[in-house]
DNA sequence: CATCTGACGACCG
DNA sequence: GCGGTCGCCAGAT
């Protein structure tokens, strides 16, 4: 197995939320970094109903190149993701797994 | 087996 | 804010 893990880290990600490389490699503790992830997410096989889009750069900067990058805005707006300039507008946005926590003290904001 | 090829990110000047 | 360095993986040819 090789990336297996990644993506099916990405399809637990809520539609409206977002996650960067980075955590997504800390997340699964791969070897690698942030670095190992994008290699990853590269490799993203299609018609998996994996929702790539919502795995962006840090700092909500989206890295692919034209003409995807522009896809994976559209796909992000369309699902409520503000920008702001050519950033995400990160604020609560970002997306970590669920804790095997009790649960949710109370409501969030 | 050798190379090439990509969706990264922290850090520094 | 911008550009360069460095660490880094797996699959294809």
Redesign the pocket.
Known sequence: ???EVIFGFVKRVPKGRVI??????RATK???????????????P?GRG?P??R?????G?I???EP?ASL?RRLLESEGVEFR?S?IEMEGREWFPPKPRKRRPRAQR
Request: hydrophobic residues 45%; positive net charge.
């Open positions: 197995m090789g990336w960067t490389y980075g955590q997504l490699a791969l070897r690698g970094g942030a670095r190992a992830a994008g290699y990853a997410m590269a490799a993203c299609k994996i790539w889009h795995v962006v750069g840090a700092g900067r890295l692919l190149s995807r994976q300039g950033r």
